[in-house]
């Protein structure tokens, strides 16, 4: 729309003329007039004369812009007063012209205040998105920050807790010693006793040592893996919220597996963020959680060692199953998760030459495979790791689909 105000008829009604092809043209023939029509509509573009009896151009646009601060207003003045237009521009007007009419500069003229109104209204829509989202990412940061501190806080409190285990370790030693020397009737029992208590001591004591292993992101160094090890770090770190969640962790090592070039310490955060995610969706319900690492053969026929995290949750909605790699990308509210740990798994696989790929079915479950390329036989180091797959039994080559677990 555009609003045309003139006090002469002739001048205002060859305006409409001119403009109505291409536009809706209102016409005013006072300032007062205008002012009422802005009361009802907002025009596009407002064309005013500058010299009306009344109300001048310049007193009508100070009082248009009050109302419509963002509709562009050109000036029309009469010939030869240059020096009022350019007074109108500096009062805020974007543009002026003249008497006589210039068809085409007219048109011209119109249609660029309007093209430049919108392309200022769109340039403050993208403003106005990118302060949202400069707040929302300040928002996540002050949320990393917090964690990142409390993974420190509590590193320090598990490195602390190390020395009382040590102590703890050291009289049990000697209490050992004192036990087998001095027999008792009971002596059946308090050995037995006295072996749990010294078998529990160990595992905190493992626990601690794993946990301070990861929070310190040592092994960074690239190095020969066993990829079984390293599950079974992850599930041991794991295995304790499992449990009280009534999560039931099952471990599926493959017994014969090629060692694989990789990063201790972001391969463990790959599985246990991918561990994690699962627990999460099972947490309501429980539910089985399967771990496990296998042989296969990548699509160009390489030999590969594949890691399967699987559950038997609620699967992933297929309209968001694109989108579960983005950064930031979560359905947990903001307490619960950043959207961070499937792109962080994906960048490190990455960096590893592999892939990482899932399977999902919704009410069965989802499985996360992870693929690695085996060392080539040149590069392995002389002796297999021994341990490698102690508590495993083999399933190679057997097809997983959700339902098994
Ligand atoms: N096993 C799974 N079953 C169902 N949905 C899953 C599973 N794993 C991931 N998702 C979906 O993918 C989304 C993204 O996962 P991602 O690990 O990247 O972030 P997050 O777990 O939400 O937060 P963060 O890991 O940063 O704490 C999750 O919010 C969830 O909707
Ligand atoms: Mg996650």
């Keep these: 729309l555009v609003l045309v105000v003139d006090d002469e008829y002739g001048p205002r009604e060859s305006l409409r003329l001119i403009l109505d092809?291409?536009?809706?043209?209102?016409?005013?023939?006072?300032?007062?007039v205008a002012l009422q029509e802005l009361e009802q509509r907002t025009p596009d573009v407002i064309l005013s004369d500058i010299r009306m009896p009344g109300m001048d151009g310049i007193e009508f646009m100070v009082q248009a812009k009050e109302r419509c601060p963002n509709v562009p207003f050109v000036i029309i003045t009469g010939n030869g007063t240059l020096e009022t237009a350019q007074e109108a521009i500096r009062a805020g007007a974007v543009d002026y012209i003249s008497k006589p009419y210039r068809v085409e500069h007219i048109r011209e003229v119109?249609?660029?205040?309007i093209q430049e109104a919108r392309s200022k209204a769109e340039m403050a829509r993208s403003v106005e998105r990118l302060r949202e989202m400069k707040a929302n990412l300040a928002v996540q940061m002050?949320?990393?920050?917090?964690?990142?501190?409390?993974?420190?806080?509590?590193?320090?409190?598990?490195?602390?807790?190390?020395?009382?285990?040590?102590?703890l370790q050291g009289y049990t030693a000697l209490l050992a010693d004192s036990i087998a020397d001095t027999p008792t009737?009971?002596?059946?029992?308090?050995?037995?006793?006295?072996?749990?208590?010294?078998e529990q001591i160990k595992r905190c004591s493992e626990l601690t040592?794993?946990?301070?292993?990861?929070?310190?992101?040592?092994?960074?160094?690239?190095?020969?893996?066993?990829?079984?090890?390293?599950?079974?770090?992850?599930?041991?770190?794991?295995?304790?919220?499992?449990?009280?969640?009534?999560?039931?962790?099952?471990?599926?090592?493959?017994?014969?597996?090629?060692?694989?070039?990789?990063?201790?310490a972001p391969l463990q955060q790959v599985f246990y963020n991918l561990v994690v995610n699962a627990l999460h969706v099972l947490e309501d319900t429980g539910g089985v959680l399967r771990l496990a690492s296998r042989r296969v053969r990548t699509d160009d026929g390489r030999e590969a060692v594949q890691v399967v995290v699987q559950d038997n949750g609620p699967g992933i909605p297929p309209e968001i199953r694109d989108r579960i790699f983005d950064s930031f990308f979560t359905t947990k509210p903001k307490d619960?998760?950043?959207?961070?740990?499937?792109?962080?798994?994906q960048r490190v696989v990455t960096a590893h030459k592999g892939s990482i790929t899932f399977e999902s079915e919704v009410g069965r479950g989802t499985a996360f495979f992870v693929t690695f390329p085996v060392l080539e036989e040149s590069e392995r180091p002389g002796a297999d790791d021994a341990s490698q797959g102690r508590s495993a039994h083999r399933r190679s080559g057997t097809p997983l689909q959700p339902q098994e677990v």
């Design 21 to 32: 092809r291409q536009y809706d043209v209102a016409t005013a023939e006072s300032a007062f």
């Design 110 to 113: 119109v249609a660029r205040s």
């Design 142 to 167: 002050e949320e990393l920050e917090r964690k990142a501190s409390l993974g420190e806080l509590s590193a320090e409190l598990v490195h602390d807790l190390n020395n009382p285990l040590c102590i």
């Design 185 to 198: 009737p009971d002596e059946g029992d308090n050995h037995r006793v006295f072996d749990i208590i010294r």
């Design 209 to 264: 040592r794993n946990f301070l292993e990861y929070a310190r992101g040592g092994g960074n160094r690239w190095e020969s893996l066993q990829i079984n090890n390293v599950l079974r770090d992850t599930s041991f770190l794991l295995r304790v919220r499992a449990r009280a969640l009534r999560i039931t962790l099952k471990e599926d090592f493959a017994a014969d597996l090629p060692p694989v070039r990789g990063q201790r």
């Design 336 to 345: 619960k998760g950043t959207g961070l740990g499937l792109p962080i798994c």
